[in-house]
């Protein structure tokens, strides 16, 4: 672009070489500035969390050490986020498949907004809900879960009296990340060429074996995708977690008891308005791990998209 | 499209697929209400031996629907077509379980929520409030005002990044900055505040708690939605458009400012529109980087501030001695959260409807 044809007069082309510079000058500049925050959020992170990793394992908060801390944290919180995983990701492809398979067409496009209108709520409106309506609903069944599966170590027990138990979590944030893994898989659904279609049905498939020899293997990757896209939020997620998770530290596969480990991110809601000095950069530190296990988590989530993208030659 | 192919989506529940699936038997059309219907009778019975409510009787009538339409189905038309409606079933079930959360949540915020949502909670705050009244002014104001700077902040970045990305980005540079805004969008929105915390620590000492700061770390969430968003929409635009300009001898500034953008400016405001609705209700960023306060602090480059999640958050978690007039307040709050969510949905979807360009596609 920069190179003028002979015939162009040079005044103009000068005045056009300006103002287009000034315009690429910005735009690049802004697209940088992208670049800049995002080594910012790891370069503050890290100073931040320097204290804490130099500091005396005594004088942090509970006494064993930084990795004493965050390692319960990390296992609540990828606890929570599989939890939540495998609720959400059979239900996530189930409603995708109704809305592109089964749903008539003018229908599909309504129940497609009304799953994204799950996907608008906010998380603390989450956490009300979870504590309020679910919480409570879900006690007798964690009673029966208790008498009846009790043998298993999950619902070994006590039951939590308030229902606010790392299975309820795992519900709350199932249905936080339904819409993200949903509307993921729905795209690819639609992208299905309907050759495929066509051939399984020709072939006297019925609409469930068309969707398992032509849909599901086309769609797997972006499945996958989706699915780990939403792990990737369920990880992060924070206010409601910290609303309805009753917590007492340690490591526990107890899903239905009232002791729970906390998550990383609830755990820094809770502590960080009170906290100040040392405790607030092991609280840093405990986030820079909850950085680094999102940023590989969507990493390999966006490369599975992508990777389907390229081989289908279609827009992600 | 040849002449066998078939709907994606039949709306008869029992089509038929092939000759050889003709040979058995069919149910007729009416065949799966009559089961359900009978399950449903069923249900009711069962629920009087035990216990009746609402919740049990369609959990009784779905499984026992689902199991007595796929055991007639294989006695009838055979394993294949057995399994076939035995999936419809379970895909039903499944999409109607998933609304079970989003009614009961709307039902349950705003049952709850109904009962405060008077003139007192939109024009006083919480100053010498210990029990009944008080209201929302100052959270309410302090939501305007940080997302207000946050859209100052990311909608022109986010937007120009969208430009270079579709009209001027090549090579590495331009891949890189693609990764790095899908990188953006995973960051966990408490990871968002504590940078802004520490970027403001530094510059301000420990312990700041600023609206700007809250503004900054709703910004690192908002602009890679922006980005998207936006990149998106622009590619739509006709490269016969731009060349077309190109033609008539318009710089290429010229040709993205007069053509690109006017031709794209419907999707572009739905996409700024939900972004926006993406970071209102955010709270974990801004517990960490604003804080909360009773008094109204409209300056947000000085002091706490209150805003409504982190209003709503506290008022729910810290109640206070009488507890149940706080209570109220949380839930308050979070209704007029979900209204101005939907309302910027619904502003986002008219906004594509009244400024898409006209020509259409």
Known sequence: MTTTSPTDSPRQGAVRRLGDRVFSGTSRGAGILILLILAGVAVFLVVQAVPAVTADPQAIDGGRGLLGYVAPLLFGTVLAAVLALLIATPLAVAVALFVTHYASRRLAQGLGYVVDLLAAIPSIVYGFWGIAWLAPRLTPFYGWLEQYLGFLPFFAGPASATGRTMLTVGLVLAVM????????????????????REAALAL???????????????????????AMLGLGRALGETLAVAIVLSVSGGISFNLISSSNPSTIAANI????????GLKINTLVASGLALFIVTLAVNVLARAVVNRRAEFSGARS | MTPTSAPP?????????????????????????????GAAVLAVLLGLLTTLNPVTFVLYTVVLGTFALWGTARRVEGARKATDRLVTCLVLGAFGLTLVPLVSLLYEVVRRGI?????????????GILGEGGGAYHAIFGTLIITGLTIVISVPIGLLTAIYLVEYGTGRLKKAITFLVDVMTGIPSIVAGLFAYALFAMFFGPGVRMGLAGAVALSVLMIPVVVRSAEEVLKLVPTELREASYALGVP??????????????AGLGTGVTLAIARIIGETAPLLVTVGITNATNLNPFDGRMATLPVFAYYQLTQPGVPPEFAIDRAWTAALVLIILVMALNVVARLISRFFAPKTGR
């Open chain 2, 9 to 37: 989506a039949p709306t008869s529940a029992a089509s038929p697929a092939a000759t050889a699936l003709q040979a058995r038997g069919r149910l007729p059309r009416w065949a799966p209400a009559a089961v359900f219907a």
């Open chain 1, 177 to 196: 990340i339904l819409p993200i893994i949903s509307a993921i898989a729905r795209e690819v659904f639609l992208q299905v060429p309907a050759l495929h």
């Open chain 1, 269 to 276: 809601a809770l502590q960080f308005p009170e906290s100040s």
């Open chain 1, 204 to 226: 006297g498939a019925t609409r469930w074996e068309m969707i398992r020899i032509a849909v599901l293997p086309y769609g797997r990757s972006g499945i996958i995708g989706g």
């Open chain 2, 252 to 265: 290429k500034w010229r040709t993205i400012v007069k053509i690109v953008i006017p031709t794209a400016i």
């Open chain 2, 115 to 127: 009962a405060r949502l008077d003139a007192t909670f939109f024009n006083s705050s919480l100053v």
